[in-house]
């Protein structure tokens, strides 16, 4: 089993920056892909960003590119997600997640992930 809690939404202008976490225990990381998926209200869920636990390779919504970062800590066994410039639009609940079958294929696929958080609100106002 995989737990993962997210921590560091808020509120914050457009334009403004935010840095997301995901603590992650249980099992070992090395074979994960940990992604960041958002929700709007009455919107569906959508892929962020995504890094393979191992290597570091990392992928992007289109739009998110350029203004979020995802990055790992192998020490902390911690997964953020910087982002810069940030839009009304970005206005989400921001859920954090891990999976083992995830590949280059379907990592943009929620349904290719196994583990999630209980997300956290980021609100940018215009």
């Known amino acids: 089993q995989v737990q993962l809690v997210e921590s560091g939404g808020g509120s914050v202008p457009a334009g403004g920056s935010l840095k997301v976490s995901c603590a992650v225990s249980?099992?070992?990381?090395?074979?994960?892909?940990m992604g960041w998926f958002r929700q709007a209200p009455g919107k569906e869920r959508e892929f962020v960003a995504a890094i393979r636990w191992s290597g570091g390779t990392t992928y992007y919504a289109d739009s998110v590119k350029g203004r979020f970062t995802i990055s790992r800590d192998n020490g902390k066994n911690t997964v953020s997600l910087q982002m810069n410039s940030l839009e009304p639009e970005d206005t989400a609940v921001y859920y954090c997640?891990?999976?083992?079958?995830?590949?280059?294929?379907?990592?943009?696929?929620?349904?290719?992930?196994?583990?999630w958080g209980q997300g956290t609100q980021v609100t940018v106002s215009s």
């Open positions: 997640a891990a999976g083992t079958t995830v590949g280059f294929t379907n990592v943009f696929s929620f349904g290719a992930y196994d583990y």
């Open positions: 249980g099992r070992t990381l090395s074979y994960y892909y």
